[in-house]
């Protein structure tokens, strides 16, 4: 089942990653082990591609309590390859739990994560829980590492896979970072990703990367406000 349709792993990818590892601060697909702080929020939109699907996406985010995040998302992708070219409408949910969160040394966690899309009136489910480990340098350099597994229904068949991905987060200036991580299923080769965020202004910030993997490129852009 796992890349009958690149535009349905591009959907769950840009939702949520249950089709990779789950996405961190933006560009990057793997997570951090972090929260936002108890009654902050976000909003994020962003375009990606995936060999040649090219979407939009859209997600809100808030913590309700400390060391717990929900997250909910709205996808559309086009399938060029696909004649005639097909579009692909996806919606997902996630909840973020991270009880050991620290500002140098480890922070751990998990997520759970849900996500439907739909094509030509099939849809697909995927259910993913993911453990989220960050180490903080004194620095400010974050390394990230994701392990999880995640199952994917449709039409009443179901497969199971395990899920892995390591980045890291580099500062060159405070406002100014630069990204790079490999991340992967079972099944699958790795993809590689290398990207930039820039914060043009208290908690808004834009970035962007490109990858490669699996015999194609895929690429990301967008904008995400803290507040």
Known sequence: MRNLNNGIALLAAMLFGAAGPVRAERPMNVD????????????????????????????????????????????RARDHSASPTETI????????????????????????????????????????????????????QLLHVNLGREIERERGDSEEANTWGA????????????????????????DRAAGLRY???EGLKISGAVGRGNHRNFANAGIAWEF
């Open 89 to 140: 409408h996806g919606h997902g949910l996630a909840v973020k739990w991270v009880p050991l969160q620290a500002e140098t040394g480890l922070s751990a966690g998990l997520k759970y994560e849900y996500g439907r899309d739909r094509v030509e009136g099939v849809s697909t489910r995927v259910h993913a829980l993911s453990g989220l480990l960050t180490w903080a340098f004194g620095g400010g």
């Open 32 to 75: 951090d082990a972090g929260t936002l702080d108890k009654g902050g929020a976000k909003l994020e939109f962003g375009w990606a591609k995936d060999d040649e699907t090219r979407g939009i996406e859209g997600a809100a985010g808030y913590a309700p309590i400390d060391n717990l995040e929900l997250e909910i998302g709205l996808g």
């Open 199 to 201: 914060e043009i202004a």
């Open 167 to 190: 980045g890291l987060d580099l500062p060159l200036t405070e406002q100014f970072h630069v990204v790079a991580e490999t991340f992967g299923a079972e099944g699958s080769g790795p």
